[in-house]
């Protein structure tokens, strides 16, 4: 499902397993689950995140962590380093890859309109396995208590084709600090599939929030996903 690879496997997963995750509901670029955002915050900003998902599929499961440091050293620019683990059920859990990123915000800060570029560089822990380049354009827009967002995916792998992808969603608040919202991504293949999701956003205290959702996919075979987000703001 998913591949990975690092030389600081043992730091980051401690790091962030020894702090609890979140941020406050915008500026961080994880106003989603599935889909990235431009808003970035302001310069010196440090998000500790740590994402789970769950997958059924074809008679079997697995589970997906992948916890990920961001660092906004200028209110346009972040940098990102995260880990990627997956556990096939009656496995154990298999260090998959470290992946390198950044994520640029193009329009003027405080915008209604948000519009951005997302580089990631994913290096394999498995020598028979190709590292990955994925690109992506960021889009936000907020109206009144909605915010809708969108990406275009590119990822190529070493020696492959390249592949073409999709992102999408909209969310509104109910109340202070809550958030609903669906979202949906997948490929832009001639057989295209993915993954939609119903999602509940809720900003614990100010500096930390959770992200849930959960949901199936479409024209494959995961019959259930569910997936989480905690964010910590710092």
Same mark, same amino acid.
């Given at each position: 499902?998913?591949? =990975? ?12 397993? &020894?702090? %609890?995750?979140? %941020? ?24 500790? $995140?740590?994402?789970?998902? @769950? ?5 079997? *499961?697995? @589970? ?6 961001? +660092?906004?050293?200028?209110?346009? $620019?972040?940098?990102?380093?995260? =880990? ?10 298999? @260090? ?18 948000? $519009? &951005? ?6 290096? *394999? ?15 936000? @827009?907020? #109206?009144?208590? +909605? ?16 592949? +073409?992808?999709?992102?999408? &969603? ?7 600090? %809550?958030?609903?919202? #669906? ?13 939609? #999701? ?32 905690? %964010?910590? +703001?710092?």
């Amino acid at each position: 499902m998913k591949k =990975a690879h690092f030389s600081m496997t043992s730091f980051l997963p401690v790091l962030v397993l &020894g702090l %609890i995750p979140n %941020i406050a509901m915008s500026d961080h670029g994880r106003d989603y689950l599935l889909v990235q955002t431009a808003r970035l915050g302001s310069a010196g900003d440090i998000f500790l $995140i740590t994402r789970q998902d @769950y997958f059924h599929e074809g008679g079997t *499961s697995s @589970y997906i962590f992948e916890p990920l440091l961001s +660092w906004t050293v200028h209110d346009q $620019i972040s940098l990102e380093i995260n =880990a990627d683990a997956e556990k096939v059920r009656g496995e154990k859990l298999n @260090y998959e890859a470290t992946v390198l990123g950044s994520r640029v915000r193009l329009t003027p800060e405080g915008r209604s309109l948000a $519009i &951005g570029l997302a580089f990631r560089y994913k290096m *394999s822990s498995d020598p028979d396995s190709e590292d990955k380049l994925k690109l992506a354009a960021l889009g936000t @827009y907020q #109206i009144n208590s +909605w915010l809708i967002g969108g990406n275009i995916n590119y990822e190529k792998h070493k020696g492959a084709d390249h592949e +073409w992808g999709f992102s999408i &969603g909209a969310k509104r608040e109910l109340r202070h600090h %809550i958030n609903l919202g #669906i979202e949906m991504s997948g490929n832009l293949d001639d057989d295209p599939n993915g993954e939609t #999701i119903v999602g509940l956003y809720y900003e614990l205290i100010h500096g930390m929030q959770i992200n849930v959702g959960i949901g199936s996919g479409y024209n494959n075979d995961v019959d259930f996903t569910a997936k989480t987000a905690f %964010i910590w +703001w710092f």
